[in-house]
Structure formats: C-alpha cells, structure tokens
C-alpha cells in the first residue's frame, strides 16, 4: 500500500470489488476529489437524485445478469467515510454495496489499523481480509485530520457530498471543526451519520 509523503494528504490504493466494475489498485486523488470535481459533478440534492434514480430503475425491465454500478440504487449518492474498524466501515459498505461512491478517509503513513489485523493477509502479505471485506467498493485517500490543510480537504469534500459517517471518540472532530453543527453550515442536507462504542454520554464515552 502507497500512503505518500504529504502531511495533510496522500492517495491510497483502495480495496475495491471487480465485480462491480472497480480495479483493485484504483487510487483516488484527493485534490481531485476535493476540489476539481466540485466543478463537474452533479450535486442536485439527495432526495431528488434518488427519485430520479427510483423513476429510472422502474422504468427497466428486470433481468438476470448481475447488477453493474448503473443499476444500483444508490448511484450518485456520495459518501465520505472517516470511519475506522469495524462498525463505521460495515455502514459504508452497505452503501457502497448499493452503488453509492463511498471516499473512505485514512491516516496518512499508517491508514485504518484494521489494514494490520489478521490473518488472514492478502498474498503480498499486505492488507488483511478483516479490512478489505468492510472496505470493498471504496475509494480511499489518506488525510491528516489534525492539519487545518486536511481539514479544509474534509470541508471541501463535505460540500459535494450526501453522506459523512464517522465513528471517532465523542468530542474529537469537534475539535477539528468537523462536527455535525460545522458541517451542516457547510451542507444544511448533509446525513451525518455517528456511531461510538460506548455512546456519546456518560463515563464510558471516552
């Protein structure tokens, strides 16, 4: 795996399913992404794009071959995953899974620590099968969420985009201006989606 030198922002390769039509070692450049796309892209809001979807699909006669990325529900939808683990990462699988783009977000050097649990790993000895499964169909870039660089790259993301998941200890993307009262300035319709281990309250939610 490739983390780059930067230390706000580096392309990961990202662990994806040919099944769907992605390549294995497809990268995806975060400046790109973040910024150039902003340009091009169709960001008409959510619950219409989804219509237009639904309107579209039903228009289709069913078949038997196997989905492709055209026909999945949620295409267009896009998600930026700051998720790690498990839990986080299963949510944007789900999504993916249905055609959603989902940009999952890593550490710049080290990635998701889920890259390092096994065995099993992948041939190479690489990736683990722990973090790929959860990871399937994903884009991934590494960002440094502690710079203000990384953090305007996050804020750059979030104003294209539909969905953000995150999973980090409460408090933490506050911090770093990227919590749900920060963001939402950003995109009043953004769906913020937080998970925690232990809840956002109480004497275990650190």
Avoid at 101 to 108: A, S
Wanted: net charge neutral; with cysteine; aromatic share 6%.
């Amino acid at each position: 795996m490739s983390f780059g030198s930067s230390n706000s922002v580096a392309p990961l390769k990202a662990p994806t399913n040919s099944s769907l039509g992605h390549t294995l070692d497809q990268q995806c450049d975060v400046v790109s992404v973040a910024i150039a796309m902003a340009g091009v892209i169709n960001i008409r809001p959510l619950q219409q794009r989804l219509a237009l979807t639904a309107t579209h699909l039903g228009r289709r006669a069913y078949s038997s071959t196997p989905a492709s990325t055209a026909s999945l529900p949620l295409r267009g939808v896009r998600v930026v995953d700051l998720s790690r683990i498990l839990a986080g990462p299963y949510c944007g699988m789900m999504l993916a899974d249905y055609g959603a783009e989902v940009i999952k977000v890593e550490r710049p050097g080290v990635g998701d620590d889920a890259r390092a649990w096994g065995p099993p790993f992948t041939e190479k000895g690489h990736e683990s099968a722990y973090f790929l499964a959860p990871n399937r169909n994903k884009r991934s870039i590494g960002v440094n969420l502690k710079s203000p660089e990384g953090q305007q790259i996050i804020k750059d993301l979030v104003k294209v985009s539909d969905i953000l998941l995150e999973n980090y200890v409460p408090g933490t993307l506050a911090r770093y201006g990227l919590d749900y009262e920060s963001l939402r300035e950003l995109n009043p319709a953004l769906v913020y989606g937080s998970l925690t281990g232990y809840g956002d309250t109480g004497p275990l939610k650190d």
